[in-house]
């Protein structure tokens, strides 16, 4: 489904976004107030134009409109895989996107996001994964990395890493897997519009992920981890 329709089911109230080279930017009106949209389409690799557009974008949004609401718009093959945008030093541009949304964040603008199609590696961390909370629709597809690639990595064989995936939701791709990890807030299913409004309205009460990877069964010691170095942090503390 193209982002055309996914805008329309989430904006009944209208929207203003336009496309160009894979980038999606503009704003649209979600019950009473009006938000800002930001994203990519057509499985975008993230190079260092789209970065620098991204943050653009963000950084308009906190000059010209105070405090409102970004919406992350999540379709991504990851970052652009070229020698140039190596060299470039892709990674610094997508470490400065990321320092964008954390100033929108602090500036008081309620950052969410929503994987409606594919969301891959580096493109996927520096945009949802950014995000105050993340969302994915059901049909959407979530992987760091497919298994094929995580087997010439790791040295593993792909039939035991496909074993692993079964019963660890680290090894597996998909957005119920995301959800058991923390990764994601929700998986959003029937009214886009009013579950965009729920979004909205949440609390946002800190970064989650971790204690909801625990609590959901999919991550068992990140939370642990934060804990016992956060203990030691005090008892070291002067």
């Given at each position: 489904m193209d982002w055309q329709t996914?805008?329309?089911?989430?904006?009944?109230?209208?929207?203003?976004?336009?496309?160009?080279?894979?980038?999606?930017?503009?704003?649209?009106?979600?019950?009473?107030?009006t938000i800002a949209v930001v994203g990519t389409t057509g499985h975008?690799?993230?190079?260092?134009?789209?970065?620098l557009a991204q943050a653009r974008f963000v950084l308009q949004t906190v000059r010209e409109h105070p405090r409102r609401p970004i919406l992350m718009l999540v379709d991504t093959a990851g970052q652009r895989l070229r020698h140039r945008d190596e060299m470039l030093g892709i990674n610094s541009y997508m470490a400065h996107l990321g320092k964008c949304v954390e100033l929108a964040r602090r500036q008081g603008h309620k950052v969410i996001a929503l994987v409606y199609d594919q969301a891959l590696s580096g493109g996927f961390i520096t945009s949802g994964l950014m995000a105050d909370a993340?969302?994915?629709?059901?049909?959407?597809?979530?992987?760091?990395?497919?298994?094929?690639a995580m087997a010439r990595i790791t040295k593993v064989s792909e039939q035991r890493l496909t074993e692993l995936a079964a019963s660890n939701p680290v090894f597996a791709p998909g957005?119920?897997?995301y959800l058991r990890m923390g990764g994601l807030q929700d998986i959003w299913s029937g009214d886009l519009a009013a579950r965009l409004q729920e979004a909205l309205a949440a609390e946002t009460t800190g970064?989650?992920?971790?204690?909801?990877?625990?609590?959901?069964?999919?991550?068992?010691?990140?939370?642990?981890v934060i804990e016992a170095i956060m203990a030691d942090r005090d008892v070291l503390a002067p």
């Open positions: 996914r805008a329309n089911a989430m904006f009944p109230l209208g929207h203003s976004l336009t496309e160009l080279d894979n980038f999606l930017s503009g704003s649209a009106q979600s019950g009473a107030q975008a690799p993230i190079g260092v134009e789209i970065a993340c969302y994915a629709l059901p049909d959407a597809t979530i992987r760091v990395m497919g298994l094929p957005p119920e897997n970064d989650l992920r971790s204690r909801l990877g625990q609590e959901r069964g999919g991550r068992m010691f990140a939370q642990r």
